[in-house]
């Protein structure tokens, strides 16, 4: 859990986050009232710039949403437990985050869970979707989040949680691999560097072979095409180390 | 100027926004589906949504689209609106911001990635404005408060707010070390909520 969680309250509030921060903090916020507070009164204030680009809207725009909404019945209200009816809707996390645990209990790897995300924090619909072993650690409780600018461009993330065993690398923007090369994922443990699948370039998320929980870091190298390297080339892209505990 | 003639339900435009408590209401009757209080939450606030639509996306069709979605979202999930937890204005804009950031951040083209294009472009222009925007009381309250902001709190919170960035990338444009960003859109954020007397 990184450092100071409630800094990312502002950032949150005016959706300036990530999937992964976005997950994290929601998470969060199911046990922080004065997070919780904190985002309401925000967004109460970052929705107040939106004045200040008010444009009339065209009509065309009336006429569709009006038109569309002939299609669609409203939905019901949450149902809370009966303890909860009043309360505000986001206290009801804890219940579904249980609830949630719950399932994945009864239903071990791939069951269905009700998903937290949702499409949007407040008019949170619970879809109910299959969580991946990338989601998992995304939203492990003990994720570690290490992210770095690459040399070359773009950025890197990896996500661990070591009580799954495993990581996952977030790419954004990382330049395509020289032709007739791939870039290799390498996880290093005790100074040797064990070969941990590929990536490509541009914007990508991976779930690193290999038991990550007790690597010490991951490194992205240039490989030839083709090959199956047990020993990573001296074209390294960059390392990037798990804050040790 | 349309902007100022009276809305049919006698919504005055850009005038100081609807009563909360009356978007609120009208917001529990779309809950129960009626299309008619909808129609008059959509008078009172579309320049709004819309406008910030057109903000964040930029193409105005786009724009429509987005602004389409979210007050279809609001249709859908009025149930859900809880006015202790803020303003239905505020609710609405939360919906329509979301949206509108998804929408750039996916159909992100190349010349949204190109940062020195983004400065130029992503600041408030104050001269520029809608014509609503100058007229409402409102706006230039808001626009009196963002300018007690620090330039990197203003800068930051526009670069969020109007251009969708995430906090990381908004550090990388401001040439600030990663992590300071959000500090600053929070410290901003919060100043512009005391200054414009919001309550938490």
Redesign the interface.
């Known amino acids: 859990m990184s450092v100071d969680i409630h ?5 949150y ?6 999937e992964f ?1 976005r997950a994290q903090f929601e998470r969060h916020l199911s046990d922080c009232a004065s997070c919780r ?2 985002v ?19 009509d ?3 006429a ?3 038109a ?3 299609n ?7 149902v809370v437990a009966a303890a909860e009816a009043g309360r ?3 206290r009801r996390f804890p219940a579904l985050v249980a609830a949630a645990v719950a399932l994945i209990a009864i239903g071990g790897a791939g069951a269905t869970v009700l998903d937290l995300a949702g ?2 924090s ?4 619970v879809a109910q979707v299959e969580l991946t072993a990338t989601d998992r650690i995304l939203r492990a409780s003990d994720a570690e989040r290490v ?1 770095q ?1 690459l040399p070359g461009g773009g ?1 890197a993330t990896v996500v661990r949680s070591k009580t799954l065993h495993q990581a996952v690398i977030l790419t954004e ?1 990382m330049p395509a691999a020289p032709s007739l090369h791939t870039y290799e994922l390498w996880l290093q443990r005790d100074g040797k560097m064990i070969p941990a699948g590929q990536i490509a370039g541009g914007t990508n998320t991976v779930l690193l072979d290999g038991d990550a929980a007790s690597a010490d870091a991951v490194g992205i190298t240039v490989e030839l095409a083709g090959e199956q390297p047990t020993e990573p080339s001296d074209k390294i892209v960059d390392v990037i180390g798990f804050e040790t505990a | 100027m ?2 100022l003639t009276p809305e049919p339900v006698g919504t005055p435009r ?1 005038v100081p ?1 609807a009563p909360g408590d009356v978007l609120s209401d009208l917001l529990r009757r ?4 009626d ?1 008619q209080a ?2 008059q939450l ?2 009172a606030t ?7 639509a ?2 964040v996306v930029r193409d ?1 069709a786009q724009a ?1 689209e987005v ?2 979605e979210a ?12 006015s ?4 239905a ?11 509108a ?1 998804d929408r750039v951040r996916s159909a992100e083209a190349s010349t949204r ?1 190109d940062t020195s294009y983004t400065q130029q472009n992503q600041t ?1 222009d104050h001269d520029v ?2 014509d ?2 100058q007229a ?1 009381m ?2 230039r309250r ?2 009196d ?2 300018i007690g902001l620090t330039d990197v709190q203003r800068e930051a ?2 670069l ?3 251009g ?5 990338e ?1 550090a ?1 444009i401001l040439n600030l070390p ?1 992590g300071t ?3 600053r ?6 100043r ?2 005391d200054k ?1 007397g ?3």
């Open positions: 800094a990312l309250s502002g950032a509030a005016v959706d300036a986050v990530d921060e507070a904190e309401d009164s925000l967004r109460e204030a970052g929705s107040l710039i939106a004045e200040t680009s008010a444009v009339e809207a065209p065309s725009l009336r569709s949403v009006l569309g909404i002939q669609v019945r409203p939905l019901p209200p949450v505000s809707t986001r499409d949007d407040r008019g949170t619909e992210q600018k950025t923007d | 349309n902007r850009g926004a779309s809950a129960r589906g299309q909808f129609a959509y008078d579309s320049s709004r949504v819309f406008g910030l057109l903000r105005p429509e602004a389409q007050f279809l979202e609001v249709w859908k999930t009025s149930s859900r609106f809880d202790d937890r803020g303003s204005m505020s609710w609405l804009m939360t919906i329509c911001h979301r949206k950031v990635r408030i404005t809608a609503a925007a409402s409102e706006a808001v626009r408060a963002l919170i526009e969020a707010y109007f969708g960035y995430t906090h990381t908004v990388g990663v960003a959000k500090t859109i929070r410290d901003g954020l919060i512009l909520r414009m919001v309550h938490s």
